[in-house]
Every structure is written in C-alpha cells, then in structure tokens.
C-alpha cells in the first residue's frame, strides 16, 4: 500500500491506494474497503467494525460534550466563539487538544463534520484511540491569514489560543495544541498553520486536512477576493510550500467530483501525505462525514507519548 498511484475501480473512476488506510484498517477487510473506496462510504458490518475497531458490541451512553463560551481575541480585534467537542462531559485535566478549523463562511459552531463528536466520544470511551478533544475558534473568511489590519486569525491560533487552553486546564503545561484539523478552507489553514508551527521549531504531531481549498491558478483564486494579491497568496499556498511538512505525520482527503480535487491531488503526489483518501463525493457534508471515523483514529494515533 506505499505510493500514491491511482488504480481504477472497475467503473473508470480512479483511487488512492493509500485510500485503503480509511478507518485505520492495516490489511483487514480489504474487500469492504475496497468498495468503499469507490463510494466514498465504507460499509461495514458491525462485526468487521469490531474487528477493525471502529465500533463497539458494547452500547455507549456518553458520546461526547461541547461547551461554547465567548472570548476576546485580541489579534482578530473582536469577540469570538470558543467551542470544545471534548471525549466526555468530565475529561481529564490537562486533555491534549486538537485544532478544528472551519471552512469559508464557517464558524467555530459550524466547523466540525456531522458525526465528528459522536465518533470521538465514541472512540474513547471504548479506548480505541486516547483522550483527547478538538478546540474551534472563529476565524472569519479570510484563508486564517491577515487580509485586513487588526485582524489576524492566524496569530490568534498561535499565540492566543495556547493561553485559553492553558487557562481552561487543557493542552497540558503550555496549552499547545497537538494536532490541527481543518475543513475546506480550514484545511488550507491547517496546513499553513503546520507549517508556521515547524518554523517555530513546534511542529504539531500530526495534521488532517479534509477537502482543502487548494486551487491551482491564481485567476481562480483571485475570484474569492480574499488575498491582497499574487504574491499574498503564494507566500502561504500549501501547494508552492509541498515541503513544509516534512516529518509531520499529514492526512488529507477530497472527493473526486470536489472543485479541489486537481490540488488536491497535486499535493498528494508531491507531498506523499501518510493518509491520502480520494472517491466520489463533492464539497460537502455528505462526503465530509464519511472521513469522520478515519480522522479521528489518524490524529488519536499520534498524540505524543506522555500527553
């Protein structure tokens, strides 16, 4: 399964075979996941779950808690929404924290993909992956990069958000967050924020981009009025930086019929991410939700020993 070439299905539609690492799977089921693969759900029954670990025989009564509070960001010059999806209603002190950055016209309410906090608490409470939990502020629409002055959403994932963790008992002695996750444009921003992280000399442990808005021209690009110019947008486009990762564990997944598939597929060939999911789906939720189970094990997986 190493490489990233794309086989055929059998119906002229082309996957990943690195694909085949959706759920977590390392050579069981390989039928099942085969034809997953090709749909974009993978459809196991509950006995292939358990043996896969993606599900339990055992019912489990507390699938997860969010709390949302209000803070001031001084870097974006406003209040936002400070939303946790946390493993239970009683997690531990000091609970590693993963970012979750939504997409374009998104909100830290709105950034998880249906069923994400489901699978988490899930996940946990059965010990198929650590305790741990996602964190998601309001970032605007504005590629969590400073368009306009005196609002940074950027800074505010560096430097504020370790502080609100801290404050709050999470994310360990420094409220660093482990991992970053992102949505469409969040998945832009996850990438870019890993980069800038290992710039720092703080890598993240691991990365998960689902449907990252990754556009291969800048006429297109330029469309969505959100960089200043050209060189604004190459500064910081995942593409022009395939590099920047080196080292840090990355997954990324896009449906084939998504507007970002061409990138995405670029930065698959290129990059060689750990996880790289491609079938049918568009820019959605439909497809979003069918990553949920495989991103939840890939960023558990790589929580740092001693977290």
Known sequence: MEGQVEEPTGDGRRVSRRSLLIAGAS????AGLAAGTATGVVPFNQALQRALGVASSTPVTQLGSMR?????????????????????????????MSLLLHGLHGSARSAAPTGLLKQLGSDVARKAVPAYGYVAVDGGDNYWHRVHPGDDPMAMLMDEVPQWLRERGFGGKDGQPFACTGVSMGGFGALLYGRLRAERHQPPAAIAAISPALLTSWQTMAKRHIFTGINDWTALDPLRHLDALNGIPTAVYCGTEDAFITGVREYISTAHPAVAYTAKGKHSDKFFRTTVP???QF??????RGA
Do not use: D, Q
């Open 27 to 30: 050579g069981l089921g390989v």
């Open 299 to 304: 960023v558990g997986k790589h929580l740092p």
């Open 68 to 96: 949302v509070e209000r803070v001031y960001s001084v870097a974006r010059g406003r209040e936002v929404n400070l939303v946790f999806l946390l493993p239970s209603k009683k997690p531990p002190r000091g609970l590693p």
């Open 294 to 296: 495989s991103v939840v």
